[in-house]
């Protein structure tokens, strides 16, 4: 744990080149997405391959309230997260009604209205010539700026984390994986299950905001194709499902093979559509045959043996009445 | 009366599976209900705990309507039951199993560590008076169905409910399961719970039921002690179909 930690401080320094703090800095926030999705899909079991909705908004809130109003950056930021956070929490108390496939529907429709609106509201968004956002420290060169928000989405990692652990120890979080179990006798356990969804979507929507507005500033040219796309969604997903969505890390483990891989073929095969077939396939082979991603096969408990063992003494006991 | 319900109706597509249901839940006792197959016994229990909504007809409890609030609100009313077939989360430890259960929603117990508060204490103690205490750390999928039966009577006790309903206690468990069960439920119903039982087990009924209500066709044809009713023609008749 503290070497993972020392290896991500001292990664900037390490590499050789500012090419691989740009890819660092992607893959960090791909990291910060994944997990950040997980609070919502690890937990209650609802799929949502729409959340790069609240990325795109993140970064379209952020870069607009620069650009137009002329705010502070972190001031615009701020504001973003928050607003988008509680339309999230409204669009939540419609969308968790529904399960199941259902629910992964209704999230792809959230992102392909808001592809549409965004780029439909040219006046506003500039349509789908994007937004440009100015340099946010001027007096910093491209490079050094990879390495600013290195630590800064390297910052809102460990706060996605940290919220995803603390959630998992509390009785909230027991109620949000009992949903996932069978979620009509949780309610019947006296479990608001309601509720317990909109404020899992809405918190899970929360760091992939900060994500995209960090993203505008940092990357500074939007282009809502990408932003509101379901490819993006489809990342936080396989990325979640391939590390082990019931585990704090998996989502990042599954970034950190992912966000490189990706970035490897993009090179390797140039700007085809290649690299997005081998994601589909990728997301496939996962769910068919990891469904619980790398981390359970990595750490295999003991337990088998003496809960069989439990099982036969207790079967006895039954027996004899 | 703990509960009643007025005149309780819900259709299935043309099919009257509950149809102007009045039954009264007598307090303090061990009330079954019984009726052949398809009788709208667990459609009952779904209506009164708010699992669906009855097309017409209101659920009373303690007096005050029910009728049509969420099933977590009707459980913070004093309500719990049990499934038909045995319902408990499998890939969750029998003691996050224990700790589902919402008493009240007050954030800072919510937020508090599954281990960090006195619940665990009334888990382990609900788990040990069902003789499963010992299985604490095992992941639910893992025990054998007789001990999921007794995971899923002890969670609901988590909600500290005045009411029980229980569906099939008996369905699928061996006899000296059933008879431990029917001890526990004598002993909880002496400390003041009441229980509704729906069973197809006669000699458990027969054992442990103070008052008998029988369903026919969606609504009640007969009550009274398990002696009287056994002894109506009107039950033998829809048992018999003659």
Redesign the interface.
């Known amino acids: 744990m503290a070497a993972g930690v020392a290896a991500a401080l001292a990664y900037p320094w390490l590499v050789p080149n500012y090419y691989l703090v740009y890819a660092g800095v992607l893959t960090v926030m791909y990291a910060v997405t994944a997990t950040s999705w997980n609070i919502l899909g690890g937990f209650t079991g609802y799929v949502s391959l729409g959340h790069s909705a609240f990325f795109g908004l993140g970064a379209y809130g952020t870069g607009l309230l620069v650009t137009r109003a002329g705010w502070p950056w972190p001031l615009a930021l701020a504001v973003s997260a928050v607003l988008v956070t509680l339309g999230a929490a409204i669009v939540g108390v419609a969308a968790v009604r529904v399960r199941g496939a259902s629910f992964v529907i209704v999230s792809i429709a959230l992102v392909s209205v808001m592809n549409l609106l965004v780029q439909g509201w040219r006046s506003l968004t500039g349509g789908s010539s994007g937004v440009q956002v100015p340099a946010p420290f001027p007096e910093l060169s491209r490079g050094q700026t990879h390495m600013v928000f290195f630590y800064l989405y390297l910052a809102l990692l460990a706060l996605a984390l940290l919220t995803w652990w603390?959630i998992g120890?509390?009785?909230?979080?027991?109620?949000l994986?009992?949903i996932r179990?069978?979620e009509?006798?949780?309610?019947?356990?006296?479990?608001?299950?309601?509720?317990y969804k909109v404020a899992a979507f809405a918190l899970s929507a929360l760091f992939v905001t900060l994500a995209g507005g960090l993203y505008a500033v940092w990357f500074r040219s939007l282009d809502p194709i990408f932003l509101f796309s379901i490819v993006l969604g489809a990342y936080m997903v396989l990325m979640s499902l391939l590390g082990g969505g019931r585990h704090l890390l998996g989502p990042l483990l599954g970034a950190l093979i992912i966000a490189p891989a990706g970035e490897y073929f993009l090179i390797a095969l140039g700007e085809s559509q290649i690299h997005l077939t081998a994601t589909g396939v990728l997301l496939v082979l996962v769910v068919l045959f990891m469904p619980e991603g790398i981390i359970p096969k990595l750490v295999r408990r003991p337990?088998g043996a003496s809960?069989?063992e439990?099982?036969a003494?207790?079967?006895l006991?039954?027996?004899?009445? | 009366m703990t509960l009643t319900t007025e005149g309780l109706t819900k259709t299935f597509g043309g099919v009257r599976a509950v149809s102007g249901a009045n039954v009264a839940i007598k307090e303090g006792r061990v009330n079954g209900l019984i009726g052949p197959n398809g009788s709208g016994k667990t459609t009952f229990f779904n209506l009164v705990t708010g699992l669906i909504r009855p097309d017409s007809g209101r659920v009373l409890h303690q007096g005050r309507d029910i009728t049509g609030w969420s099933p977590h609100r009707i459980a913070h009313a004093g309500l719990g039951r049990t499934f038909q077939l045995c319902r408990i989360f499998p890939r969750m430890s029998v003691l996050d199993n224990m700790l589902v259960a919402v008493r009240r929603t007050r954030l800072r117990e919510l937020l508090a560590g599954t281990r960090a508060t006195a619940e665990v204490e009334r888990a382990r103690h609900w788990l040990h008076r069902m003789g499963i205490d010992h299985l604490e750390t095992a992941e639910a999928r893992h025990l054998s169905y007789g001990q999921q039966k007794l995971l899923e009577l002890a969670a609901v006790f988590m909600g500290d409910p005045g009411l029980v309903l229980l569906d099939e206690p008996a369905g699928g468990v061996n006899p000296a399961l059933i008879d431990r069960i029917s001890a526990l439920v004598r002993d909880l119903n002496a400390e003041g719970r009441t229980f509704l039982v729906v069973e197809h087990n006669m000699d458990m009924v027969m054992n442990m039921c103070d008052h008998v209500i029988v369903f026919d066709r969606g609504a009640p044809i007969s009550e009274g002690t398990p002696q009287a009713v056994q002894a109506d023609p009107r039950v033998l008749e829809a048992y018999l179909g003659v």
């Open positions: 603390f120890r509390s009785r909230f979080g027991n109620g994986r009992a179990e069978d009509d006798k949780a309610e019947m356990l006296g479990v608001p299950t309601a509720a337990a809960i069989r439990e099982t003494e207790q079967r006991l039954e027996v004899r009445g």
